[in-house]
């Protein structure tokens, strides 16, 4: 049974480019929540998609836009990186009324 | 919304001791209360967790205390190893009604034990 899978693993890209982020979840969920983790922070939320929905959204920007698939999978979006966007993003998974929430390997994103 | 304090932000211990780390939240809606590991280069991982509805849980050697009146919660390692060394996550969050679960997180608290 894989877990939380993301994709790419590393990624590098200039100021005021877009880049997408993928995410599949765990075998069984059907919510998906994305993170940011700056480096020697702890994980800042962005938003959750549920029934292909954002759900919930945390204190960050319209450039960072989402979109979740009927196979449960997502993506996110960020449009005109910015250098402060660098960071690990993290994808995490859970059952609609389950709290335990299990996260992907992350992707790493470069902005230079 | 809710904001999480963690302290200590660094602490070493001997292996074999016992390691405590502190967290305090401010939502008194946040009933779910989580602690993960993460170590380097590694996605988070859940270890223990606890719910507004239990002052305790207990997984082998981890411990988590809850105390809702207070607002704050504990995580409790005993006979810390090597590989206990990690960084270490508490979050909040407030699941129900119309509440879907996002985590807040504390900063975080590097844990080294030494052999």
């Known amino acids: 049974d894989a877990g939380v899978t993301q994709s790419p693993t590393h990624l590098i890209k200039t100021r005021g480019q877009q880049v997408t982020l993928r995410c599949s979840p765990k075998s069984g969920h059907d919510t998906v929540s994305w993170y940011q983790q700056a480096l020697g922070q702890g994980p800042q939320f962005i938003f959750q998609?549920?029934?292909?929905?954002?759900?919930q959204r945390g204190n960050f920007p319209d450039r960072f836009s989402g979109h979740q698939f009927p196979n449960y999978s997502s993506e996110l979006n960020v449009n005109a990186l910015l250098l402060g966007d660098s960071a690990l993003y993290l994808c995490?998974?859970?059952?609609?009324?389950?709290?335990?929430?299990?996260f992907g390997p992350g992707t790493r994103l470069t902005v230079t | 919304g809710e904001n999480v304090e963690q302290h200590p932000s660094t602490l070493s211990v001997q292996e074999g001791d016992s390691a405590v780390i502190k967290c305090t939240y401010s939502d008194s809606a946040s009933n779910y209360f989580p602690w993960y590991k993460q170590e380097l280069g590694k996605r988070p991982q859940l270890i223990i967790d606890?719910?507004?509805?239990?002052g305790e849980k207990k997984d082998q050697r981890i411990a988590v205390t809850l105390n809702k009146t207070a607002k704050h919660f504990s995580l409790h390692i005993t006979e810390t190893q090597p590989e206990d060394s990690a960084v270490y996550f508490c979050a909040a969050s407030e699941r129900g009604g119309t509440s879907y679960g996002k985590l807040t997180f504390g900063q975080g608290t590097i844990l080294t034990v030494h052999p």
């Open positions: 998609y549920y029934e292909e929905e954002e759900r």
């Open positions: 995490a998974s859970n059952e609609l009324h389950s709290y335990e929430q299990y």
């Open positions: 606890i719910r507004s509805n239990v």
